[in-house]
Nanobody, 124 residues
Framework: QVQLVESGGGLVQAGGSLRLSCAAS????????MGWFRQAPGKEREFVAS????????YYADSVKGRFTISRDNAKNTVYLQMNSLKPEDTAVYYC?????????????????WGQGTQVTVSS
């Protein structure tokens, strides 16, 4: 069982930056792939980024590639999402997820555990 708690969301102007954190409970954190998803109002939840259990491989949605960076610290049971050059269309609730499978899964069904989400609002 893995419990996930996101933090770091907030209101930021377009072009600004935010760093999201996701703290995980459980001694097996380092064996899970970790990912970030987001859900904008009126839209389905979508994949944003993911990272292999070792941290050596990452995968990004085209919409955030070059602006967002996912990283993890297995000693702290924490995964991060650094978001730069934010745009109004990045406004969404951001969710952290953990998967016992491969890190490059982009469908929700392949992710086993979810956090409650943190709101990110980007003003124009």
């Amino acid at each position: 069982q893995v419990q996930l708690v996101e933090s770091g969301g907030g209101l930021v102007q377009a072009g600004g930056s935010l760093r999201l954190s996701c703290a995980a409970s459980g001694r097996t954190f380092s064996s899970y792939a970790m990912g970030w998803f987001r859900q904008a109002p009126g839209k389905e939840r979508e994949f944003v980024a993911s990272i292999r259990w070792s941290g050596r491989n990452t995968y990004y949605a085209d919409s955030v590639k070059g602006r967002f960076t996912i990283s993890r610290d297995n000693a702290k049971n924490t995964v991060y999402l650094q978001m730069n050059s934010l745009k109004p269309e990045d406004t969404a609730v951001y969710y952290c997820a953990a998967s016992a499978g491969n890190y490059y899964y982009t469908l929700e069904v392949n992710w086993d555990y979810w956090g409650q989400g943190t709101q990110v609002t980007v003003s124009s």
